[in-house]
């Protein structure tokens, strides 16, 4: 076989080979035209891609074919973002440094918070360090256990299946089992230095959830804050965990009432001789007058009680919090749908 001859085979082979490669990049591409009144958000839950990661990744994909930045075409093909790939027994995983090396990775393990959104704040923080309780010589900074616990109830949420934003944020801590947690002044909001000034504070974290809000309200059915605490009141004092909620927003009071009912249960179930005495109220406080989505503000408890310490110092009762307060969401999501 002559020189010629090999060289028209070979640009034969070559071109077939284009050939099949762009057949199956395009057989692998899926794409779907809207239906009349579907936003982009409801577009993508229609094709089994819920959530802020698929959102920005559809907008990238398909920037030229948008009407304005983010408005849909009837009669236009749009391309899909490619589905997650399926890890282990085929349920995604997130990562998320914050959450520490050791629990990182985050498998999604149901959908029961699909479509939902929360903002998770944790108290003080940066240079305010909260209410100091102590044990013997060691004191108990309240920013450090209430971030603890909305670490692990952060954790608990993305793994239901909803999308996350914990506002204030320690790029060290991450969640710890330790019984006494040491005291740092780098949380930040958001990466955001916190200011001293108590308003200045407020009014930062408000405005960061706000921000987050006027967007993730077109792409989530049921957004909540949440803002966690730990009270300080005289040593003798014993407190269960107590809820406030907006004078103004009746899906805040509903939260705050669902909450209490599952710890009531929780306690019924664990503590049968012991009952619950943790209250729902109305108040004026600033985070909940000044965040958009309706929210729930948390004390945990008493950080000078003796009592009360053990549920915040023992780690599995720190566990034991993030996971009732992630059931009082699901239940509290079921009763918005």
Not at 97 to 113: E, H, M
Not at 185 to 201: S, Y
Not at 225 to 234: C, E, G, K, T
């Amino acid at each position: 076989m002559n020189n010629w001859n090999m060289k028209r085979i070979f640009c034969l082979l070559t071109i077939l080979f284009c050939t099949l490669f762009a057949f199956n990049a395009s057989a692998q591409e899926e794409r779907d035209s809207p239906r009349r009144g579907e936003g982009i958000s409801v577009f993508l839950e229609r094709n089994k891609r819920p959530g802020r990661a698929y959102y920005k990744e559809f907008l990238e994909l398909n920037k030229k074919l948008l009407k304005g930045k983010e408005e849909l075409r009837l009669g236009v093909k749009y391309v899909l973002p490619p589905l997650s790939k399926p890890v282990g027994n085929g349920k995604k995983t997130i990562n998320e440094p914050l959450f520490g090396k050791a629990l990182a990775s985050v498998k999604v393990t149901s959908n029961r918070l699909q479509g939902a959104c929360f903002y998770v704040v944790s108290g003080h923080g940066g240079p305010d360090p909260g209410a100091i309780g102590r044990i013997g010589k060691i004191e108990l900074h309240e920013d450090e256990y209430a971030y603890d616990v909305a670490l692990r109830l952060a954790r608990n949420l993305m793994q239901e299946g909803a999308e996350v934003r914990i506002i204030i944020q320690d790029a060290k801590d991450g969640i710890r089992d330790d019984k006494y947690l040491s005291n740092s002044k780098r949380e930040t909001c958001m990466g955001a230095p916190i200011p001293l000034n108590q308003v200045a504070r407020l009014r930062q974290r408000c405005a960061k959830i706000n921000e987050f809000y006027k967007k993730d309200r077109k792409n989530y059915k049921y957004c909540r804050a949440i803002f966690l605490h730990v009270d300080s009141r005289s040593k003798s004092h014993q407190t269960d965990v107590f809820f406030y909620h907006s004078k103004s927003k009746p899906d805040s009071k509903r939260l705050a009432k669902t909450m209490k009912k599952t710890f009531e249960s929780k306690y019924d179930k664990h503590q049968p001789n012991r009952g619950f005495t943790g209250t729902v109220s109305a108040r004026n406080l600033y985070v909940l007058a000044n965040t958009s989505p309706a929210s729930v503000f948390v004390e945990l408890g008493n950080i000078q009680n003796t009592f009360d310490q053990r549920r915040f110092v023992i780690s599995s009762n720190r566990q034991a919090l993030a996971k009732w307060m992630m059931e009082g969401f699901i239940t509290d999501y079921k009763k918005a749908k």
